[in-house]
């Protein structure tokens, strides 16, 4: 199993291209389900969970072909299977994104449920029940959502709690409904912007993605489109805490600085330099001590989960307490013990962490969890003292492109064992 080996302390200049963001690629993965037209799509993250999509996609009868590393041309003329079977489903949560587009355009369905996973029990009760509500007929048997239905048709859907992917699911599954869907209460994230522009360059209707409510009118059918997938907010946050834990100057290029702006915001509280013009930003480690800082995870425009492992790592350095209250996932703090192992002091009640700082962190082996708790590791390994070796990097290669390629780029000793 491949580790990755980090010597700390060295530090980081120069530039590092952000890749497209994995969680906007999957979804127009399967959004492609939804026409029997080719749909091009470019700035493809060369990340695992892209892959299990491909094979996902190839055992439900799609074509496919990769021109380059970076771009992916998709055709599902017909359906050989309506199964996401449970060994695709069980190592990708996303592989739930098909259910809605298959139902949308074949009337049938059949999606293993995804269980819980390290970060939480995540249900997908809030898609099946607006599948339902848009005329699915659902069972929920021996693991597995069982969905049919004739023609979908609009209807107003409230959802009880904000989803990412509930929301693109339903999103999906209304573009190919007949009348009018009215869904409230959405994920705003910049993903769901991102599918909502390919499926409008696809041939559907819709108002009002990126706000709480989303208007879509149906249409009878899909078509081909191309469309070049939203640069990684994630992995632009993660390379700015890099920076600012051991950057001389790091300059970030090709990002969206917009979907960054709680976290540059609370980068500059810290007392970090970043500054930004249309698509790159450039940090600088503080001149002076790091201040301690408080904050909540919370759907976007908010904190976001997934950034939250690495700010904790930039926070070991600050100066004072900081408090973080994680109200996403309910098991998203695994990374505080292998922190501990590499001297950080984080105090944990439940679903709030306490980080005592600054705390000076030594390099030692530890274990990445899952795949953002794997990023805060990296990120730990570099301003610790000596070396860091993390087991497990199969969870980061889910979601980072050439991580360590990249670090190493910037000056970083880093590698990767096999
Ligand atoms: C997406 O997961 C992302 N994954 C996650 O990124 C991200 O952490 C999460 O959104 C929150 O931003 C992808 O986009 C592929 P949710 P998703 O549905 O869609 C509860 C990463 O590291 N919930 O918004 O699965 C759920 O348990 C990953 O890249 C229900 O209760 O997240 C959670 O507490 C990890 N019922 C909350 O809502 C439902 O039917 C938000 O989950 C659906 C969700």
Known sequence: MDKIRIAGGRRLSGKVRIGGAKNAALPAMAASLLTDEPVHLSNLPDVWDVGTMRRLLLRLGTSVTQPSLHEISLTTESLSSHDAPYELVKTMRASVLVLGPLLARHGKARVSLPGGCAIGARPIDQHVAGLEKLGARITLAHGFVDAEADRLHGTTIRFDQVTVGGTENLLMAACLARGETILENCAREPEIVDL???????????????????????????????????????????????????????????????????????????????????????????????????????????????????????????????????????????????????????????????????????????????????????????????????????????????????????????????
Do not use: W
Not at 315 to 334: C, D, K, P, W, Y
């Open 196 to 418: 909502a522009t390919l499926l409008t360059s696809m041939g559907a209707v819709i108002e009002g993605a990126g706000a709480e409510r989303i208007c879509i009118k149906g249409v009878d059918r899909l078509h081909s489109a191309t469309h070049s997938i939203l640069p990684d907010r994630i992995e632009a946050a993660t390379y700015l805490v890099a920076g600012a834990l051991v950057g001389d100057e790091v300059e970030l290029q090709g990002c969206r600085p917009e979907h960054l702006a709680t976290f540059s915001e609370a980068l500059r509280t810290i007392g970090v330099s970043v500054e930004h013009n249309e698509d790159s930003i450039r940090v600088r480690s503080a001149q002076g001590a790091l201040k301690a800082f408080d904050f909540e995870t919370a759907p976007y425009p908010g904190f976001a989960t997934d950034m939250q492992a690495q700010l904790m790592v930039l926070l070991t350095q600050a100066h004072g307490q900081s408090h973080i209250v994680e109200t996403i996932f309910e098991n998203r703090f695994m990374h505080v013990a292998e922190l501990g192992r590499m001297g950080a002091r984080v105090e944990l009640h439940g679903n709030r962490a306490t980080v005592h700082g600054p705390t000076p962190l030594s390099g030692a082996n530890v274990m990445a969890t899952d795949l953002r708790a794997s990023a805060c590791l990296v990120l730990a390994g570099l301003v610790a003292e000596g070396e860091t070796v993390i087991d497990r990097v199969y969870h980061i290669d889910r979601g980072y492109e050439h991580i360590e390629e990249k670090f190493a780029g910037l000056g970083a000793d880093v590698e990767r064992i096999v």
